[in-house]
């Protein structure tokens, strides 16, 4: 079992420019979620999807765009990118909401 | 809003010594409390967890305790090792509610030889 995979490990965009960072997991689990990490700060919550078909807004969402694509994948989308959204993103999934949670590598992304 | 603090941003220890970690919370509404392990260049890793009707969980090396009243719990390790140098994570939730886990901004533990 892989558990939780996130693609790329590694970005550096423009401002202005796009793209999708990539989740997926192995262990039939319910919930997916979508963190941002910066120094100092704790996990911040920028999406949810409590169950296929359904996406919720966390704390941070603003500047973002989620796709539950089915049980597995879970999609982050930076539509118009700002040097604000540098940051490492982790993605988890947890059988239950509020249960613990199970994260991904992480893709440290850097907008110039 | 910080809803989950951690005052210490590190500790240091000597191997074989007691690590106290500790945590607060303002939310009286969570009821599940989770400390999560993470090593750099690595997703956080889940360590234990401990529900409100609890005041303590052990497992293993790892015990963590809840204050209630004072909305404070701790991770205490013994004896800490050199391996359990790492970030941890301190979070709180609504068990089975629509998502409300909030992380504290972590404590960088360091175990010296």
């Known amino acids: 079992n892989a558990g939780v995979t996130q693609t790329p490990k590694f970005q550096v965009l423009k401002t202005g420019q796009s793209m999708t960072l990539q989740c997926a997991q192995d262990m039939n689990h319910n919930s997916m979620y979508w963190y941002r990490q910066d120094p100092g700060m704790g996990l911040r919550l920028i999406y949810y999807s409590a169950s296929e078909g359904t996406t919720d807004k966390g704390e941070v969402p603003n500047g973002y765009n989620v796709s539950r694509l089915n049980k597995r994948e879970f999609s982050l989308r930076l539509e118009s990118a700002a040097p604000s959204q540098t940051s490492v993103y982790f993605c988890?999934?947890?059988?239950?909401?509020?249960?613990?949670?199970?994260f991904g590598p992480g893709t440290r992304l850097t907008v110039l | 809003d910080q809803q989950v603090k951690q005052n210490s941003p590190s500790l240091s220890v000597q191997e074989g010594r007691i690590s106290i970690l500790n945590c607060d919370y303002t939310n009286s509404m969570f009821d599940y409390f989770l400390w999560y392990k993470k090593y750099p260049a690595e997703g956080p890793t889940f360590l234990i967890s401990i529900s409100s009707i609890k005041d303590k969980n052990e497992d293993g090396r790892f015990t963590v305790f809840l204050n209630k009243s004072a909305k404070h719990l701790s991770l205490h390790i013994v004896p800490s090792q050199p391996g359990d140098s790492a970030v941890y994570f301190c979070?709180?939730?609504?068990?089975?509610?629509?998502?409300?886990?909030?992380f504290g901004a972590g404590t960088r533990l360091t175990v010296k030889p």
């Open positions: 979070a709180a939730s609504v068990l089975y509610n629509n998502n409300d886990m909030r």
């Open positions: 988890a999934s947890s059988p239950l909401l509020g249960s613990e949670q199970f």
